[in-house]
């Protein structure tokens, strides 16, 4: 599988590592349909290839991701396209929450368990802005490498909404830090990350690539049945704890969020367009 320069989603294998790199540096890797789609193809390619041990997801540019776009030129969510993580019907001619409700079933929350899902290790590689729809990309992910800039936020308290749609700070933080985290809005820093245990190494900007390179390669050292039964397991031990049913039911509330914004606020989103979410601090 071969990328071109202006894909929105680039694929590289080394070894037995794959690269799968966010490719919209100009909009902070803001996630279109385009990207999630391409982001699902790269990983069903990693996923079939047998030379493939291990995978590094990253993000070109300054940023890891900004999260979901709600705003660049090359915003698409009013365009159907082929779905592939649940059997919801086409959002594209529906209105209201039948459209929001199977649209976001099938891009956010339906993509993000299906990558969780994938029988490989992921390894995360985030640097600067990893906000909103960028936690749930990382969060998929069984490891994460962050830079020393990086910076972690879920801001959409703002927009009147209970967090993103893959709903998993009460399993990645403890809870008294999650309710912290989206309470204020306020950017957490890779350091204070490492501190709660959200994430497993800090780096120097300029040795992320490498540090998180690296770390794939180790665990490629072990063997593959391993590796998958392992993850299984752990990711097991994570829905018994209550992570597949706790998204289930704050999906919902998500949604609730949606539709009392779209009958009290200017829009869906509680009137928080890209401008007022970056002057917010998002």
């Not at 594209?92 to 490989?120: H, I, N, Q, T």
């Not at 820093?189 to 490492?194: D, G, K, L, M, V």
């Not at 829905?239 to 200017?266: R, Y």
């Amino acid at each position: 599988m071969s990328a071109a320069h202006d894909e929105p989603v680039r694929y590289e294998k080394r070894g037995p590592v794959a690269t799968v790199t966010m490719n919209r540096s100009d909009y902070r890797n803001a996630q279109n349909s385009a990207m999630t789609y391409a982001l699902d193809r790269a990983f069903y390619h990693a996923a079939e290839d047998n030379e493939v041990k291990t995978v590094v997801l990253a993000g070109a540019g300054e940023h890891f991701s900004a999260g979901h776009d709600i705003g660049t030129p090359e915003r698409d969510a009013h365009l159907p396209f082929e779905r592939r993580a649940g059997l919801w019907w086409d959002h594209s001619d529906k209105e209201g929450a039948e459209s929001r409700f199977a649209r976001e079933s099938e891009v956010y929350l339906g993509m993000c368990r299906r990558w969780r899902e994938l029988p490989k290790p992921v390894v995360a590689s985030v640097q600067g802005a990893c906000v909103a729809g960028g936690l749930m990309l990382a969060w998929v992910c069984d490891l994460i490498v962050a830079s020393e800039d990086a910076f972690f936020a879920d801001p959409v308290v703002r927009m009147g909404i209970p967090g993103v749609e893959y709903f998993a700070h009460p399993w990645v933080m403890p809870p008294r830090i999650a309710k912290e985290f989206l309470f204020t809005g306020d950017r957490m820093s890779a350091r204070r990350a490492y501190e709660v245990g959200m994430v497993n190494r800090v780096v120097p900007r300029e040795e992320l690539a490498d540090r998180s390179h690296e770390l794939a390669l180790r665990i490629a050292e072990m063997p593959r049945m391993g590796l998958a039964l392992t993850k299984r397991a752990v990711n097991q031990a994570e829905d018994l704890q209550g992570l597949h049913t706790g998204m289930d039911s704050v999906f919902g509330l998500h949604h609730l969020a949606h539709a009392h914004n779209a009958e009290t606020a200017p829009d869906a989103l509680g009137g928080m367009d890209i401008r007022a979410m970056k002057k917010a601090g998002g």
